[in-house]
């Protein structure tokens, strides 16, 4: 299971989230690459089943993730940051 999934953002490329606690809510296939079609019907995965149709998750995805708050629930604020930057996907890197 992926969607869903509560982890820890890594990464540097978002100020202020290093260390923070995400929630996830869609893998944005091939969002890395600078030809990645937003419009693509294959582009936004917000299933588990629809990302295992599509091979799951890969170095070049990014996620959209949303900070856990203390109580629980999440911001309503998304980012995106690369899959690569979460602890749950910190073995795709090279």
């Known amino acids: 299971m992926v969607i869903g999934t509560d982890t820890t953002y890594l990464g540097n490329e978002i100020p202020g989230l290093r260390g923070q606690k995400v929630r996830i809510f869609a893998v944005l296939?091939?969002?890395t690459r600078p030809d990645a079609d937003t419009d693509a019907d294959d582009y936004y995965a917000d299933t588990d089943e629809k990302l295992a149709r599509l091979g799951g998750v890969t170095v070049e995805d990014c996620i959209d993730a949303a900070p856990i708050l203390p109580d629980g629930t999440t911001s309503f604020v998304?980012?995106?940051?690369?899959?690569?930057?979460?602890?749950?996907?910190?073995?795709?890197?090279?």
């Open 29 to 31: 296939r091939g969002g």
């Open 78 to 94: 998304h980012v995106d940051p690369r899959a690569i930057d979460l602890e749950c996907f910190a073995h795709l890197r090279k």
